[in-house]
């Protein structure tokens, strides 16, 4: 039987990808570990290597072909010893799983021991990048239990279900109503569980007919941007943001910036590299900031890994410094140069991008004085940097100075980051910026 | 046999202790059956297959005698009640040899002999009496099953007064049959023999036939019944059988306290079912029985503890499916896991008569007893294409809904093929849907499972087709 050569996932969170390109033709032989093809994602471009030995007897999936599901046949692999005629009748939307997890499949999910607590089962882990999900987290109730819970104003989330996967049933509510149940609140009562969906988007077409045809040209959304509208538009519609400002007076800082990239024999030391470590300092030492919100948990990490928004052709990315807090600034110069070359080619590693405790977005180098950020979930705060630029200062005494100010607004997610915590982070910041010798201790 | 220890040792191959055995084999325990009679049990061997074996020649049978119905005519239909026979011996046979492939697939250790609890853990089986092995086991399974019940004035003689077990396999059609009891098992045997050119008389003790089932239905069972020739007795008890040389005279005591001699030529008994629980050792370890029936928790746990009961020797109802579903939840509970207890009110019942009844949950007259504020809602066959074009117009779907919360509280069939429809409503009930999703739910036509959704609209008014 033909081996299917499936689409694979190149993040825990991908689910579609563009089918960029074969690298091989059909009828051609590859071994295991052979580029075989190459997958555009929203994020990056990357190499799909054969696994195993044989011919390449099909291609079933186009190149260029976008919006490939994950676990779709792409091409289909003959053995040794197999012809053309091992490929008749073969269903080519056949097995949505590699043949290898199969065995575990089979096995129904009802012999595992029955430990899964009720409440986990209730409210499955969604993927990381959607907390809008968690915060309206899927209820399972039956919809008799849904009827008589809105009923008699029973709050579903309060209940523990006894059915099937700690499905809220009958004898649940009967039990609620028994014992006095949790309340719901009026105003929830009339629409159990359900969330309000949120308000469609307006239809193309509707917004097309707006404009004058011919005075535009119309640009398909690619997967990057369409990433990036899905993900922004949940950040900014499902986390409570607000933003902290802070000028940091930057002379010392940039002083020291000379100082370093004289002596260094070779690579340079930005900014932004400053800003890095600085944020991840401070993040370090206010380890409450350092969390990412998780639905019904917050995740306190111990190291500050720093997200940097790199803008590319067609979007932006965010690769990550890992463990920022632990390097140096000649390690964190050479790692962003590093990063930001691969992001400009696309040839990123799902891992060197997806997690990150912290974004930086610096806009600096385009003047900009300053701005806020849409914050990157399930992160709970992003730092955006301005220009530093010479302003007239006034000093304590009243006398007036120039100095150079950089303006950096941070936004935060108000369910991880309450506003004196993030003030603290930002005092914390502008301490190493504005004294960046502080970051040497 | 040399003795041998087990995890699970059950007792009965039936439809409860086949399926106990092979669910515990599934999850790894290691697992004996000792049967004493067929692999499959009286459901495979002597019940529920080789009745529908023969109810499907009755049905081909009506069918080929109704042929101009449906633009042709048989001239000279002969039916050969010998073949009718062997084939569902066949049928039966087929279905215990896969009984007997299951256990082997499953690794299933088959002993043929009958058992005895000797303590707690411990069977003795023997085979024709003499002892053939000690089985020990930490969990024992009791599925031993039931038997037909007699009275002492109502006993079989294997001649010309049957049980079940005869009338699987007569050796000829009689002409007039006298059926005692109305239920499923009874009814089924009326009805087949009644299409077979037996004149039948039925006599219930209660009200009216199939007593279990809701009125209304009930009602238009035995007027179909009644139109196809039967003649139904019912607040009626049979008082004496006298067999004898050229037939059985029945003393039947009428509605009205009459008394009424009837001369048959067979008698079917059937009159309800008694536990298989007679030498099983019960009794020296203490096992808690009630009117003879072993009294189990919801995870079929005895009072004793490592024993176990499912099926026909427990609680009703006492059907097939029932004890298949309590294995799958005893063999679980055994192996430490927590499987959801089952709810008796939402098994469905079938009765393969002409024409076939099926339900499943409160009548309406229990609905109302249980204080229920209730919608009915009744689709007649005769709004529906598909039993117009199958040419079964004669039949109703209806269903009870608790008028405050949507909850489908029963549901009731009667027609052609409403046993295989039954399920619909088992799904629904099971998953506490509402009249909401049922109305919601695209039924595909034509078929006759649109009358389950009309029947559903036609509850909360919003019927199409009537």
Same mark, same amino acid.
């Given at each position: ?441 | ?129 003499? #002892? ?5 086991? !930490?969990?024992? =399974? $009791? %599925?031993? @099953?039931?038997?037909?019940? /007699? ?106 306290? #009459? ?5 048959? !030529?067979?008698? =079917? $008994? %059937?009159? @309800?079912?008694?536990?298989? /629980? ?117 039949? $109703? ?70």
């Amino acid at each position: 039987m033909p081996i299917s050569i499936l689409m694979p996932a190149l993040s825990p969170t991908m689910e579609t990808g563009k089918l960029a390109g074969w690298n091989v033709k059909e009828g051609e032989h590859v071994a295991p570990g052979d580029v075989i093809a190459e997958i555009e994602t929203d994020k990056a471009t990357m190499e799909v290597e054969a696994v195993e030995e044989g011919r390449l007897a099909r291609i079933l999936i186009e190149a260029g072909t976008e919006g490939v599901a994950v676990n779709t046949p792409i091409a289909l692999l003959l053995e040794e010893g197999e012809d053309e005629s091992a490929l008749e009748g073969f269903d080519t939307q056949a097995p949505a799983a590699p043949a290898k997890d199969k065995p575990a499949e089979e096995k129904p999910a009802e012999d595992k021991p029955a430990e899964v607590k009720p409440t986990e089962a209730a409210a499955p882990a969604p993927a990381p990048a959607k907390p809008a999900e968690e915060a309206g987290a899927r209820l399972f109730a039956s919809p008799l239990a849904r009827r008589m819970a809105a009923q008699n104003e029973i709050d579903l989330a309060q209940l523990q279900g006894s059915g099937p996967g700690g499905r809220i049933v009958k004898a649940d509510i009967e039990a609620a109503m028994r014992t006095g149940a949790p309340k719901a609140a009026p105003a929830a009562a009339s629409a159990p569980a359900a969330a309000a969906p949120a308000p469609a988007p307006m239809d193309p077409n509707r917004i097309t007919a707006l404009y004058e045809p011919g005075s535009f040209t119309e640009v398909a959304l690619d997967n990057m941007r369409a990433t990036i509208a899905r993900r922004l538009t949940e950040a900014k519609r499902d986390v409570p943001h607000y933003y902290l400002s802070v000028d940091c007076q930057i002379d010392t800082l940039l002083g020291a910036r000379k100082r370093l990239n004289e002596r260094l024999e070779d690579g340079r030391i930005s900014v932004n590299d400053f800003i890095i470590r600085a944020a991840a300092l401070a993040l370090i030492r206010v380890p409450d900031a350092n969390a990412a919100f998780a639905g019904d948990r917050l995740l306190k990490f111990k190291h500050a890994d720093i997200s940097m928004a790199v803008a590319i052709e067609g979007g932006l990315i965010t690769p990550i410094i890992r463990k920022a807090d632990t390097k140096s600034l000649a390690e964190i110069a050479a790692e962003s140069k590093q990063l930001a070359e691969k992001a400009k080619t696309r040839k990123l590693q799902p891992q060197e991008y997806e997690g990150g405790s912290f974004s930086v977005s610096n806009l600096g180098m385009f003047g900009i004085k300053n701005f806020t950020a849409v914050i990157n979930p399930p992160q709970a705060a992003i730092m955006a940097v301005g220009a530093g630029e010479k302003r007239a200062v006034v000093a304590a005494d009243g006398s007036l100075s120039a100095a150079t100010m950089m303006t950096v607004t941070l936004s935060c997610d108000h369910r991880v980051i309450d506003g004196a915590l993030g003030a603290r982070l930002l005092a914390e910041f502008k301490t190493f910026i504005e004294d960046p010798v502080m970051m040497l201790a | 046999m040399s003795d041998q220890k087990f995890d699970v040792a059950v007792i009965g191959a039936g439809p409860g202790g086949y399926v106990a055995a092979i669910r515990a084999a599934q999850l790894g325990l290691k697992t004996v059956v000792i049967e004493r009679a067929h692999l499959g049990g009286i459901c495979l061997n002597w019940g529920c297959i080789p009745t529908k074996a023969l109810l499907r020649s009755a049905e081909v049978i009506h069918l080929a005698r109704r042929g101009k119905d449906f633009g042709f005519t048989i001239k000279d239909l002969e039916v050969d009640l010998g073949k009718i026979v062997k084939r569902s011996r066949t049928v039966a046979r087929r279905l215990s040899n896969g009984v007997a492939y299951l256990m082997k697939k499953n690794k299933v250790t088959v002993i043929d002999g009958e058992a005895s609890l000797k303590a707690k853990g411990l069977i003795g089986v023997t085979k024709d009496g003499a #002892a053939l092995a000690d089985v020990e086991a !930490d969990h024992i =399974i $009791l %599925a031993t @099953g039931a038997r037909a019940r /007699t009275f002492p004035h109502l006993q079989p003689d294997g001649e010309r007064i049957w049980t079940y077990k005869q009338a699987l396999v007569p050796d000829e059609v009689p002409d007039e049959l006298l059926v005692i009891g109305s239920g499923a098992i009874g009814i089924e045997f009326a009805s087949f023999f009644n299409s077979l050119g037996s004149k039948v008389t039925v006599v219930e003790i209660m009200d009216r036939v199939l007593p279990v089932e809701d009125a209304e239905i009930s009602g238009l069972a035995r007027q179909a019944f009644e139109a196809q020739g039967m003649t139904i007795l019912t607040g009626a008890s049979v008082e004496a059988l006298d067999s004898g040389a050229d037939g059985v005279t029945a003393r039947i005591k009428l509605a009205d306290g #009459a008394e009424q001699e009837l001369r048959t !030529d067979r008698v =079917i $008994l %059937a009159v @309800g079912i008694v536990p298989n /629980t007679d030498n099983l050792g019960l009794e020296e370890l203490g096992v808690k029985t009630d009117r003879g029936h072993v009294v189990t928790d919801a995870h079929c746990r005895t009072n004793v503890d490592g024993l176990y009961a499912i099926g026909d020797i427990t609680q009703p109802p006492w059907l097939a499916h029932k004890a298949s579903h309590e294995a799958i939840i005893c063999a679980e509970t055994i192996a430490g896991q927590d499987p959801h207890p089952l709810d008796a009110n939402k098994i469905a019942g079938c009765t393969y008569c002409t024409p076939q009844v099926a339900s499943i949950g409160l009548t309406e007259e229990e609905a109302r007893a249980e204080g229920h504020e209730i919608r009915v809602g009744r689709f007649p066959f005769q709004g529906n294409g598909k039993a117009i074009a199958l040419g079964e117009p004669e039949g $109703l779907v209806k269903t009870i809904f608790d008028a405050g919360t949507g909850e489908l509280l029963g549901a009731h069939m009667i027609g052609a093929e409403v046993t295989e429809l039954i399920q619909g409503y088992a799904v629904a009930m099971t998953g506490e849907l509402t009249e909401a999703e049922l109305m919601h739910t695209v039924f595909p036509h034509p078929t006759l499972s649109e009358m389950m959704h009309e029947s559903v609209l036609d509850a909360y008014g919003r019927v199409i087709h009537i």
